[in-house]
């Protein structure tokens, strides 16, 4: 997962793409890079880092032009560790292009190999998306044949790239003197929108908090399949490139991921959070009478739209219990498990009046390994509380995602080959309530009916795509980043609520 911007202005754009990157820092922390263009040639700095720390003065100074890109980075494939991998990705031929790219290619290894041995181009990282660039390269020069670049040749590369290439891909590309381009893979999996300035100008980005943060008018997002070509003078042409096209947004931006002010594929993520709420409360009546529920408190932060909606049906309290230190380092920074759950203790602290004698129902987005959620389940207990219930706004977890959500292996999923009733006992509340798959698809389809289905891959086993054997996500675990317990620790606990951003 990662946040991507592209702007087309009459102005300098760096300033600009630095605020986008700021109010897309929780899509990705690792690392961040702007490039941008003034005539012909490209600026760019990059490196590992938030977005405050790897832009100084001096790194913007060096970023002239009026046209230009950007990404936030979390790492799902290739190396974590190596400030190479750090987007945006060039190559010089043809034209010169940059770009940055959301989403992992299931199919990268077989696309790596036919770029070498058919294209005869030339892969310098473990990076899918250097991969992705290279095909779309190559598919490039295929359509212009050495000729001037002309619109009709970008929707046909395009084209090409949309059946070499399998998995999530939302793409913002930079070519030299020509323009900006932008696509999304033909299920929409990972978003993109489109939206426009006072002055004309043009911003592509991955949620509509990055528009709307810098004062440009949300437009629309970007369909599945299309191309869009903003070209240098604000002109966007758009075309449909895929065969077959169909709107599967990922479910866990909306239960996670995406900031709550952001609007995407024409769905609130605020709303959708507040939905998925009372749909839970239905799971909490069957489950734990009302009367047994002194106060309902949500796990900071994404859950609280959530736990709010369904303290107001069940009529019970809602309190803060938990209060969040936003400035300790990163729990995936810390080596080993062991300094993971230590770190637990030190972002979150407990506030013991709101627990001491009752029986509380505590509320979280999801539940993926568990760890987190039992370190806190003990922390209301040691604050005094008499019955801890757990209430996940979420499904179980319960299959590997391939993408681009790092929670891959299913020997991390403590619902994996586990009942309720056994999950329950590994994380050590006294009762635990999830969210059924279908409420949950229901609850966030109601406010879009345009919206064909969602990738819920994680949740159901369902791979939209159609082509993930069990050998596929084997090979993907393969070549997925901070495996080993010694190294960063990637997965989605680690990953930093939106509203921190």
Do not use: W
Not at 138 to 156: I, M, N, Q, W, Y
Not at 231 to 256: M, N, R, W
Not at 471 to 499: K, M, V, W, Y
């Amino acid at each position: 997962m990662c946040g991507i911007v592209g702007v087309v202005s009459t102005s300098p754009v760096n300033q600009l793409i630095y605020d986008a990157l700021l109010l897309l820092q929780h899509r990705g922390q690792d690392a961040a890079g702007i490039v941008t263009q003034l005539e012909r040639k490209f600026y760019m700095h990059k490196a590992k880092g938030m977005v405050r720390d790897t832009f100084r003065t001096r790194n913007m100074r060096a970023l002239p032009g009026n046209i230009g890109l950007g990404q936030v980075r979390y790492p799902t494939a290739g190396n974590a560790h190596s400030e190479e991998e750090a987007q945006p990705f060039y190559v010089n031929a043809p034209f010169g292009i940059v770009m940055v790219h959301n989403g992992n290619l299931t199919n990268a290894k077989q696309l790596r190999a036919e770029l070498a041995d058919t294209d005869h181009r030339h892969t310098n990282t473990d990076s899918d998306s250097e991969v992705l660039l290279n095909v779309l390269a190559h598919e490039l020069a295929r359509a212009t044949s050495g000729a001037p670049l002309k619109t009709v040749d970008v929707f046909k590369a395009v084209r090409a790239v949309h059946k070499r290439v399998k998995g999530s891909y939302a793409v913002i590309a930079l070519i030299a003197g020509y323009g900006l381009l932008a696509f999304r893979d033909p299920y929409g999996i990972r978003p993109l929108c489109l939206g426009r300035g006072a002055d004309g100008s043009v911003m592509l980005g991955s949620e509509s908090v990055a528009l709307e943060g810098n004062l440009y008018t949300l437009e629309r997002d970007i369909a599945p399949g299309e191309a869009v070509f903003v070209g240098t003078d604000g002109s966007v042409q758009t075309e449909q490139c895929a065969d077959k096209a169909e709107l599967h947004p990922c479910i866990f931006e909306y239960v996670y991921l995406a900031r709550p002010d952001s609007v995407m594929d024409g769905i609130s993520v605020y709303q959708a959070r507040l939905n998925l709420g009372e749909s839970l409360a239905k799971r909490v009546i069957s489950t734990v009478p009302p009367n047994e529920i002194d106060v309902i408190i949500p796990i900071p932060e994404s859950s609280r739209p959530s736990a709010m909606q369904l303290a107001q049906l069940l009529g019970l309290p809602y309190r803060e219990g938990f209060v969040k230190n936003r400035y300790v380092g990163r729990t995936f920074i810390m080596p080993g498990q062991g300094a993971r759950k230590k770190s637990v203790r030190q972002k979150l602290n407990a506030i013991s009046s709101e627990f001491k004698g009752r029986n509380v129902l505590l509320v979280d987005d999801s539940i993926v390994r568990g760890t987190t959620s039992k370190e806190i389940v003990q922390m209301a207990r040691d604050a005094g509380a008499s019955k801890v219930y757990l209430a996940s706004a979420a499904p179980p977890v319960r299959f590997p995602n391939v993408y681009g959500i790092d929670m891959p292996t299913k020997s991390e999923l403590v619902a994996h080959d586990r009942t309720v009733e056994e999950i329950r006992q590994v994380i050590g509340c006294d009762a635990l309530i999830y969210q059924d798959v279908d409420g949950m698809k229901k609850a966030i389809g109601a406010l879009n009916p345009a919206v064909n289905g969602f990738e819920a891959s994680c949740f159901d086993g369902v791979y939209v795509t159609g082509d993930i054997s069990e050998g596929d996500i084997a090979a993907l675990n393969a070549g997925r980043t901070g495996a080993e317990e010694g190294d960063a620790d990637t997965s989605r606990l680690s990953l930093p609520n939106a509203q921190d951003a």
